[in-house]
């Protein structure tokens, strides 16, 4: 088994949603910086309870030359805060972006997007 068979994407999807949705807002945050936003369960909220909830949120960024970087990770405090979260990221350094999800329950889920 390979690390990467243990991460789960849009097809395994069932009525819970974790699958994070990455989103560049160029020029969106303070001063005209460039946001990257990842947010697990936009259409459908995630359970966020003690016993199930998302317990962090790591962004990967693939620079132009193919170097991958590791942009930063949120932890969250189940029924306290949500896995909705904002990186200050200079985007036209990339290519592309990664977001791991963590669910205590279902386990690692991914999705990249390309810029
Ligand atoms: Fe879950």
């Known amino acids: 088994m ?4 243990t991460l789960k994407g849009k097809e395994a999807e069932g009525k819970e949603k974790h699958v994070p949705a990455i989103e560049v807002g160029k020029g969106k945050g303070e001063a ?3 946001m990257v936003h990842v947010v697990v369960g936009k259409e459908v909220p995630h ?3 003690t ?5 962090w ?7 132009k030359d193919g170097q991958v970087i590791d942009l930063g990770c949120s932890a969250f405090a189940p029924s306290y805060t949500n896995p909705n979260v ?3 990221v200079p985007v036209e350094q990339f290519q592309a972006f990664c977001a791991l999800a963590y669910c205590n ?3 690692l889920w991914e999705d990249c997007i390309e810029v």
């Open 47 to 49: 359970p966020n309870t």
């Open 105 to 107: 329950i279902h386990g």
């Open 2 to 5: 390979k690390f990467g068979d």
């Open 86 to 88: 904002r990186f200050q």
């Open 32 to 34: 005209g910086a460039d």
């Open 51 to 55: 016993e199930h909830h998302i317990s």
């Open 57 to 63: 949120v790591e962004l990967y960024g693939v620079k």
